[in-house]
């Protein structure tokens, strides 16, 4: 034991000093999220008793150390284990009740519990500081942090050799030099042709093409390989699918509790759209606009309005408020790389971005109507004449039950004034105004709106001198039992010599003598009755009413005046709706909306926005608090990227404003962030380590020269997304081997200056499109809605083409690191888990494709076993095994029956199809 003790001593404190460690360091995603969720609940629930104030038990919840700490009782969490923590406790109402006022909603008291069990992720000081005002560090960040600099287009450094291919070579090859590092070897042609295949289409070269290029002599062979490429219509699939991580692509809403179908009708329009921009070259910047404008400058049926599912395909949330924060986030962290969401309840805490800045934003997106205009001719599909016909008598069922439904609110508006009234004046309980003989209604029938209308009337109009309504406004003031007890004296008033009182409403009481408040509305019943018959004999026209003459004509005036309770307007139809009437009228607009994504024929539209009417500046939500309204703050662009002369937008919401500033010469960011993502995608590793994040947190890129090189590259060509790919292509920098060296790993061990090519795992959809290609079953066609092609039998559609739902994406795709379309996603995850290696071996799909790769040759008898499997491994892999490869495979294979055999070139065909070879690229 002697022996023991002290390692394991010291191997105790090692653990806990690294988890000490641990908990200090937390990664920019954590930061955000305790920014956004974490914070503002601290603010508005917390600080005001456990703060720098006041401190309830002894307990502080402004600082991270604080927390730790804990009050007079002990530690208030237990890092990493919320359900052992006494705040957790306290905020659920298990043990005390905080906060006293009312328990947090339950996102607020999730986001807390999150934050436990994620360690406190906490900023970088340890106690509150005072941030320095926004003017100075708007002034600050403009003159000092590199990527808010003006782009430079900076001279190619001179480099020694005959390396270098192009500009982007003597960048990469002078910054090496500086480390003392030389390039690698060119790689083999074919690995360069399989690298260049799968970087811009997402599939694998045939043999065919391997060959060909393999034994091209022409200096340019390279070149034509990547314009051939480039003009596959494949290659917007790749690189339409990059940017839909962007867009955080999904044909679904999410989670809506609406009792409707959740799928968007049209999000796979938007899809095309994207795909189709890419495979047309359309200009990185006129993409920008088409995506955040297209409805300023393009017509019903051009297809660029498709774009503006950028802002319509989000998640669609319960607050309308985080579906604007989600519309902002896609914008600005997609586009400029910045978190501009951070300062939705504060100040951003590190970027100069404030609340002005960011409700600035929240005006120009939040005053959108959501439309969906055709994007081609509306009788496209030869089908369209059966898809309207069945949509026709959809809809006219719909109209039909809202129709029954409004007519059935109206008649009883105009009818039923006993059952109405008596429930606005009385003050007894429903189940004891249900025993009233004069009732006409079951209680379980009467409409509540209805109510809240005659109560809303009583309210604005009743008055205890009105000539009409001053006996109900007494009985209400006095309630059931008060009137009857001075009814005789009551009814002496209104019914002698001096009453001013409409002459048929005295007449009514002094005819009944009601001495209760039952009998007094029923006499009311009684008069307003013949009015309400007039206004329904008349459809429910006013005009009808108003020809009425005598005592009738005062009694009509002021019942269908301005707060009428009998004359609805449309929203108090809606909401005098029972909820069964609800769920029907949701049943039938969920048959149209299934028809319009289901049916052939459905005309080409597109989900789209449009400005509202009447557009106004934005008022500040104090903490995110849309019920706490501030300054109004004009509609205008990020101030570290905008001028001071810069006006605010006036036109419209101010989207082709803010548009135009995105794209601008002088916005250092735009341009910056997306040859960042062109180069990740060939790279396997971004110039610029965080692609979502270029603000004050973001580390400068390694080679930023080169950085402002590429930027220069695409806005002086046209912005041209196709010849940025051919140029970085063409580079030897690009060419490069992917083998290891030692000697420059321990120089540039995380490859930051590109000293070799960076080996990298395919994304889920290269991976199953690719088993797909080399099987034979690729259906490669463009366009058209989701399919789901994770149900038997498999359709064999490229992947972008498969549905994604939103709030139930498959653990499949997650295994395999498919951003989640919640958020905009701007680089993906690189994960080894057991799933993905249980998914190669037995899923049926895998297996399929291995039989049907096998299929092609396995009856040939004229083919030795040596020459099947060439020919799989060059499907496959686009070469020939190794000796090897071959003795391995073909003693398994013959030490079989002939029935077993072909069992066994199935297996063989899986393992060469799920191997690294095929699984990475080099």
Aim: aromatic fraction near 10%.
């Amino acid at each position: 034991m002697r022996t023991f003790a002290l390692p394991l001593v010291l191997f105790v404190l090692f653990i806990l000093t690294a988890q000490v460690s641990a908990e200090d360091k937390f990664s920019p995603e954590h930061i955000e999220f305790f920014e956004k969720s974490v914070r503002p609940v601290l603010m508005k629930r917390c600080v005001e008793c456990h703060g720098p104030e006041k401190q309830e038990s002894g307990l502080r919840l402004d600082a991270r150390s604080a927390v730790v700490k804990g009050g007079d009782s002990g530690a208030s969490v237990v890092v990493g284990k919320p359900e052992e923590s006494d705040l957790i406790q306290a905020i659920r109402y298990e043990t005390l009740e905080m906060p006293p006022s009312g328990q947090m909603p339950a996102e607020e008291i999730a986001a807390i519990e999150q934050w436990v069990k994620l360690g406190l992720p906490w900023p970088e000081e340890s106690e509150p500081l005072q941030p320095a005002s926004f003017d100075q560090r708007l002034v600050d960040d403009k003159q000092h942090h590199w990527a808010y600099q003006p782009i430079e287009n900076p001279p190619a450094p001179k480099v020694e050799g005959d390396w270098a291919a192009n500009d982007i070579d003597h960048f990469v090859q002078n910054r090496l030099a500086e480390k003392g590092i030389v390039p690698s070897e060119k790689t083999d042609r074919r690995t360069l042709i399989r690298r260049a295949t799968f970087d811009l289409t997402g599939l694998p070269p045939t043999p065919e093409e391997v060959e060909a290029f393999v034994n091209d002599k022409d200096p340019n062979a390279f070149e034509k390989v990547i314009d051939r490429l480039l003009a596959s219509d494949q290659y917007g699939v790749k690189w339409g699918r990059v940017w839909l991580d962007v867009a955080r692509y999904s044909d679904t809403r999410g989670y809506l509790n609406d009792g409707q179908d959740r799928r968007f009708p049209y999000a796979h329009a938007y899809r095309d759209y994207v795909i189709d921009s890419f495979n047309r070259d359309t200009p990185y910047d006129e993409f920008l606009k088409e995506q955040i404008a297209a409805d300023y400058f393009a017509e019903e049926g051009d297809r660029r309005l498709a774009g503006l599912g950028l802002i319509r395909i989000g998640r669609q949330f319960l607050k309308h408020q985080d579906t604007i924060d989600d519309r902002i986030d896609v914008v600005t962290r997609g586009v400029l790389g910045l978190t501009v969401t951070c300062a939705r309840c504060h100040d951003h805490k590190y970027d100069a971005i404030n609340m002005a800045d960011y409700y600035g934003l929240y005006g120009v997106f939040d005053q959108l109507n959501e439309t969906m205009p055709l994007v081609g001719p509306i009788d496209a599909d030869p089908k369209y004449p059966e898809f309207k016909k069945k949509l026709d008598e959809l809809q006219a069922e719909l109209d039909q039950h809202m129709a029954k439904v409004d007519r059935a609110v109206q008649l009883e508006a105009s009818t039923n004034f006993f059952d109405l009234i008596v429930r606005a004046v009385s003050k007894k309980q429903d189940v004891e105004i249900a025993k009233f003989e004069q009732n006409e209604l079951d209680s379980k029938n009467i409409r509540p709106h209805l109510v809240n209308q005659w109560k809303t009337f009583a309210d604005r109009e009743w008055k205890p001198d009105h000539p009409i309504w001053g006996p109900l406004f007494k009985a209400r003031e006095l309630g059931d039992d008060e009137y009857a007890s001075q009814a005789e004296a009551l009814l002496a008033d209104w019914t002698g010599e001096q009453s001013k009182l409409n002459p048929a409403i005295r007449d009514a009481l002094k005819a009944s003598q009601p001495k209760t408040l039952p009998a007094l509305v029923d006499a009311y019943d009684e008069v307003l009755k013949p009015i309400g018959q007039v206004y329904r004999d008349a459809d429910f026209n006013k005009e009808a009413v108003n020809k009425l003459e005598g005592p009738q004509e005062e009694i009509a005036k002021s019942l269908f005046g301005r707060f009428s309770p009998v004359a609805l307007n449309a929203n108090d139809i809606a909401r005098s709706y029972f909820t069964s009437d609800r769920n029907h009228q949701k049943k039938l607009e969920g048959k149209i909306r299934g028809h319009e994504i289901d049916a052939a024929g459905s005309p080409p539209r597109a989900m789209a926005v449009v400005d509202r009417d009447n557009i106004h500046d934005p008022q500040i939500f104090l903490r995110g608090d849309p019920g706490r309204r501030g300054d109004r703050v004009p509609r205008q662009f990020i101030r570290v990227l905008n001028d001071e002369s810069d006006d605010a937008y006036k036109n419209g919401s101010g989207r082709l404003e803010l548009a135009e500033d995105i794209v601008a010469d002088d916005n250092p960011l735009t341009s910056r962030v997306m040859v960042n993502r062109v180069w990740m995608g060939h790279f396997d590793q971004p110039l610029v380590l965080t692609p979502g994040d270029f603000g004050i947190r973001s580390d400068a890129p390694a080679l930023p020269l080169l950085l402002d090189h590429l930027a220069t590259y695409l806005r002086t060509n046209d912005w041209s997304i196709k010849k940025l790919h051919k140029y970085i292509m063409l580079s030897s920098t690009y060419q490069q081997s992917s083998k290891d060296r030692p000697d420059a790993r321990a120089k540039d061990p995380e490859n930051r200056l590109f000293w070799r090519m960076n080996r990298r795992r395919l994304s889920f959809e290269e991976m199953r499109d690719g088993m797909l290609k080399v099987s034979g079953a690729l259906d490669d066609s463009l366009g058209g809605r989701a399919v789901k092609i994770l149900e038997v039998p498999n359709p064999p559609r490229r992947t972008v083409y498969g549905f994604v739902d939103r709030q139930d994406l498959p653990n499949l795709y997650r295994a395999f690191d498919y951003p989640s379309p919640d958020a905009m996603s701007p680089e993906r995850s690189k994960t080894s888990v057991p799933q993905q290696a249980l998914y190669l071996l037995n899923s049926p799909f895998v297996q399929r494709q291995a039989q049907w790769l096998t299929e092609k040759w396995k009856e040939d008898k004229s083919l030795s076993d040596q020459q099947r499997l060439e020919r799989l491994f060059q499907a496959v892999l686009q070469r020939n095994p190794t000796e090897h490869e071959s003795e391995m495979f073909l003693k398994y294979v013959e030490s079989s029956t002939d029935e077993e055999k072909w069992n066994k070139w199935d297996s063989v065909a899986q393992v060469v199809m799920v191997s690294n070879d095929f699984m990475f690229v080099d």
